[in-house]
């Protein structure tokens, strides 16, 4: 008998309710990946920022003239003020929400067009196949940032926190193609979707009943994968001018700072809790993305 048998339950001994079986699992999981907690943590932090932080700061104080110019830290304004009169923490409350609205916005239309593509590269295959894995090709050797800067530039009066959003999301998609495609040519070779197409199932109920469920873990880790390229690309558009001029994202309030010389002037509240901000975020996202990916990759595994 193998020795990694659990051992039964003694006689007489009260079975445990099945909810509290499951809070112990999960709890016991989430002592084995700490990353998914702390990453987890931190990204609901953030996200409560604005919620919570608009309770305590008003969102007018983020326009400009609601203080006085170059206000230093203090009681009244915790991270002072810039030359155009903003509270630098009604910026960050309000900035916040808007900066994850492009990110998970445009990764999730970049995600969505590389499931789509994905799938049908990768179940139909054939010449369905050679063309969408062609054009991911050919587009992969484009430099995408230089052709957001372009596309970015072009548009640069009527940039809105969505349109920035659907301008990364075109070019968000070829990635989660090629990796998609790949997983699912894995799939579809399983003995269980040879058994359904053997019964007859036909390629669309078993791409959602079949190939689909077996995906999630990897889906998920690369949505937040995508959202992660999403908010570099934004923040990166923002920092060089070509964001939403009149909306306060974490971006813009980086560029704002450049512009007017905040370093050389000694005003390091207008840039710093931008930059903290920042790297809070890519910190969260990156420790979410390591632990959905050790529950989407059995490799990487660990037991207890």
Request: hydrophobic share 55%; proline share 6%; glycine share 10%.
């Amino acid at each position: 008998m193998s020795a990694t048998m659990t051992a039964a339950p003694a006689a007489g001994a009260p079975a445990l309710p099945r909810d509290r079986t499951r809070a112990g699992s999960v709890a016991a999981y989430c002592r084995r990946n700490p990353q998914l907690v702390v990453g987890l943590a931190i990204l609901l932090t953030l996200l409560l920022l604005g919620p919570v932080g608009s309770l305590v700061v008003s969102a007018r104080s983020a326009e400009p003239l609601s203080e006085l110019p170059g206000l230093a830290p203090s009681w009244e304004t915790p991270l002072g003020s810039d030359d155009h009169g903003r509270n630098l923490a009604a910026v960050m409350v309000a900035g916040l929400p808007l900066t994850l609205r492009v990110g998970f916005l445009a990764g999730a239309i970049g995600l969505a067009i590389g499931i789509l593509l994905g799938f049908l590269a990768g179940f139909l295959g054939g010449t369905v196949d050679a063309v969408i894995r062609m054009a991911v090709d050919t587009l992969l050797t484009v430099p995408a940032l230089l052709v957001l800067i372009i596309i970015a530039a072009s548009i640069r009066g009527v940039v809105s926190v969505t349109i920035m959003a659907m301008v990364i999301a075109s070019l968000s998609w070829m990635y989660p193609t090629r990796t998609i495609r790949a997983q699912v040519l894995t799939l579809r070779e399983r003995a269980f979707v040879q058994v359904a197409r053997f019964n007859g199932v036909g390629w669309l109920e078993i791409v959602f009943r079949e190939i689909m469920p077996n995906l999630l873990p990897y889906l998920a880790a690369a949505f937040v994968g995508a959202v992660s390229g999403a908010v570099l690309a934004s923040i990166g558009l923002e920092a060089l001018g070509l964001g939403p001029q009149n909306d306060p994202t974490v971006g813009m309030t980086i560029y704002w700072s450049l512009h007017f010389n905040a370093l050389l002037r000694g005003m390091w509240w207008w840039w710093v809790p931008p930059i903290v901000v920042v790297v809070l975020l890519f910190v969260g996202l990156y420790l979410l993305s390591m632990g959905l990916d050790e529950i989407a990759n059995p490799r990487r595994r660990r037991q207890a």
